[in-house]
């Protein structure tokens, strides 16, 4: 399972919405947190397209799930330092355009024949990806 599958697929258990992957935003990672067990602590903010609106949230993982307009959410006091950033980042993206703050994905080969990964970086302009070296 990769990254925004498990984004999808969490996204719908946790609220009831469907979903379709489209980037990579950002990671925060942590260490020797207490209660990590000396262990990195990974939140990853995947940017996805909603496929269906009605929210029919998990009673067990929310205490409450709302659609929230984006200028409201940067505007909001209320909140965690984490989802304040990640608003601007958005309504920086929505305003300016996506392609300066995804990261995208693309499915490479992976060494073991048959076999791919996923590998989520900055696009790459096109008359980039067919470079063999320096002219």
Not at 77 to 96: F, M
Not at 114 to 126: R, S, T, V
Request: glycine share 6%; aromatic share 12%.
């Amino acid at each position: 399972m990769y990254v925004g599958d498990t984004a999808v697929r969490e996204v719908f258990e946790e609220t009831g919405i469907k979903s379709e992957f489209r980037s990579l935003l950002s990671i925060r990672q942590q260490h020797t947190n207490p209660g990590a067990f000396g262990k990195s602590d990974m939140y990853i903010i995947c940017r996805l397209k909603p496929c269906s609106f009605t929210i029919n949230f998990c009673q067990h993982e929310c205490l409450r799930c709302e659609w929230m307009d984006l200028s409201d959410l940067v505007k909001t006091e209320n909140t965690t330092p984490i989802t304040s950033r990640v608003a601007k980042l958005l309504l920086y993206g929505y305003r300016e355009g996506f392609d300066k703050i995804d990261l995208t994905m693309e499915e490479l080969p992976a060494v073991y024949t048959g076999l791919f990964y996923k590998l989520y970086h900055k696009e790459l302009p096109e008359n980039y990806k067919i470079v063999t070296g320096m002219d």
